[in-house]
């Protein structure tokens, strides 16, 4: 990780390391604690299911009640769950313990506000400044306490239900892989309790497999298996539950700006899509603004991360946005990116149609898009990278106004990510490699 400790979705990095070590996760829940609490204070804390995530649960919780915070103690719970429950259990913010898509060894920390949605960047400031003062630990003259929240999952699971309109989902095989994430469980019971036949892989919840060849980073595992079980729909999670993609009848994976084009076209129909518009990011196909188009609405781009997608949302009074990785928020049933709660969306409007996904998702005509992720040490700035941006130009010049190309360094991972749309999958392809390659020269 940089000098700084948050990236565009928390805290992360390798469990047990760096920010990450259980002093530190116990030092940054004081802080923590110090920032948010004002005072008497109450917290949601839950966590996906890497084998880190008790110990370093027990670090932060620590922390939080030597700075004065009470926590309701959600144990493995999805990070959407932990931003709806702050509200019904009166809290005043929620943490997550959890690094979503990475791998076991990865863990991290999402810490959210009142209202279940993620902190600005301004607490994030005074939460980073407060850490690196060399200082003692912000600590309160009472000791917070901690209650174990034994019905966190039925109360998640029960508001789920209450987003759904009256009938069931009868009648429909669903394939659903949880990532051997914090989805595990309550993904598949509320599908099941709509009626669905659920098969289900990947719900191991031990955490030593999360992510691993599986989940929404590999939509080619629930494919797979909703081809053998001749499934009407394929659903996947990542490990901690805020993001899906889905698997049409076809075979044919549906990612965050096909769950937008279907969306909107259905909220537009209901009447339900103000200021006719819809937030993506800048990664999003130019194909969703043609598709956005032909209903008379407008796609505006943020920046990439679910928090600036929402932002945008609530400047704008959007009540859709997305980004084609597959968080995706519907407002006003959230503020989150949820999977589980997007994925009853979709069903919803399946349900409703009477259309399979796949006709529903030929409203989305994408163009040819190749996104590399070349590893990379450190974050020079990209103008100062001669050879790198030579080859941008390039690739620009070649495209013209038929394609665009974007480079952009990875607010989570130690990547930059080349992305270029246009004419010829191979010819754009070749000239994302070779914008990577010029990183390394």
Known sequence: M???????????????????????????GAIIGATLGKGAARACVGRDTRPSGATLSTALLEGLTGAGMDVVDLGIAPTPAVAHLVGPYECDAGVVISASHNPADYNGLKV????????????????????????????A?????????????????????????????????????????????????????????????CADMSGAEINLNCGALYPENVQQL?????????????????????VDDSGQVRDGDDILAVGARDLDRRGQLPGKGVVGTVMSNVGLDRSLEEIGAKLVRSRVGDRFVLAEMQERGFALGGEPSGHVIFIPLSRAGDGILTALQ??????????????LSRCLRKVPQVVLNVPVKDRRPLDQLEGVQGQIRLAEES?????????????????????IEGPGRDAIRKMAQAIGDAFGQ
């Open 226 to 246: 909703a081809r053998e079980v001749e499934a009407d729909v394929g659903i996947t999670f990542d490990g901690d539950g805020d993001r899906l993609m889905m």
């Open 399 to 419: 495209l013209g106004r038929e394609g665009r190309v974007l480079v952009r360094y990875s607010g989570t991972e130690p990547v930059v990510r080349v992305m």
């Open 112 to 139: 959210l506000g009142p209202a279940g949605e993620k902190i600005d960047d301004a607490i994030e400031r005074e939460i980073e400044e407060r850490y690196l003062e060399d200082g003692p630990d912000p600590s």
């Open 346 to 359: 979709m069903l919803r409007v399946i349900r409703e149609s009477g259309e399979r996904l796949s006709v």
């Open 141 to 201: 003259a009472h000791r917070g306490e901690v209650v174990q929240a034994s019905d966190a999952a039925r109360r998640y699971v029960s508001y789920l239900r209450g987003t759904w309109p009256e009938g069931s989902l009868d009648g429909m095989r669903i394939a659903v892989d949880c990532a051997n994430g914090a989805t595990g469980k309550v993904g598949p019971e509320i599908l099941q309790e709509l009626g669905a036949d659920v098969r289900v892989t």
């Open 2 to 28: 940089s000098n700084r400790l948050f990236g565009t979705d928390g805290i992360r990095g390798i469990a047990g390391k760096g920010f990450l070590s259980a002093d530190s996760v116990r030092r940054l």
